[in-house]
């Protein structure tokens, strides 16, 4: 099991947004995340461009809110590079049950304004507790996040996460399924949880 949280928690120390939690953005939200995620692994060299392009209007116009000048320079062209040289990889299939274990995760830390994997039991027991069990998990979480493109943006640039976790997630092939979970964060106004898995089996399948 590898477990990761988002590139933000490098800012914690910065001023932090307290807000009064809103109920979890369910339906079109978490759906428009996957498929933001499906379509990165499916046309990586699409993004490479959209994130060069965000880079030149940025240092043309200036960060609008939803620039690239929030990210590690060196990030953003890490990522950019990556890219270009990944092979396109097929679609995660949404599993509810990963969006449920997902959903547990936010609803408790969301209101409570944590950060990470833990204080809810951990991703293997919030999986084994739908009924699954997975030959390979993992877990990204992003914070301060308003649209569903940012969210994975966020993720893949990766940024001041130095081993690039988040990122490699987004374009292993050994996940081969996916549950996303989005509500609001008592400090950081949203956070979206993704848990991934491959070699899904069902309790008491041989």
Do not use: K
Not at 16 to 43: K, M, S, Y
Not at 146 to 163: A, T
């Amino acid at each position: 099991m590898r477990a990761r949280t988002s590139a933000w928690l490098g800012l914690l120390a910065l001023p932090l947004l307290f807000v009064t939690p809103t109920p979890v953005r369910a339906g079109g939200f978490e759906n428009a995340v996957l498929a933001e995620i499906n379509e990165a692994r499916a046309n990586p060299r699409a993004l490479a461009r959209e994130l060069r392009r965000q880079q030149v209007r940025d240092a043309r116009y200036g960060d609008d809110g939803y620039g690239m000048s929030q990210e590690d320079p060196h990030a953003v062209e890490e990522a950019i590079d990556f890219l270009m040289r990944q092979p396109p990889l097929p679609p995660l299939a949404h599993d509810p049950r990963l969006a449920a274990a997902a959903r547990r995760h936010v609803a408790r830390q969301g209101p409570r304004g944590d950060v990470g994997h833990g204080g809810s039991g951990g991703l293997s027991q919030r999986i084994q507790a739908q009924g699954l069990y997975a030959g390979i998990t993992a877990e990204g979480i992003s914070y301060g996040q308003e649209n569903p493109r940012d969210v994975v943006r966020q993720l893949v640039v990766d940024s001041r996460v130095p081993n690039r976790g988040h990122r490699r997630d987004v374009f292993s092939r050994a996940y081969q399924a996916a549950g996303v979970a989005c509500g609001a964060h008592a400090r950081w106004g949203d956070m979206c949880v993704i848990d991934y898995a491959g070699a899904i089996m069902r309790r008491g399948a041989d």
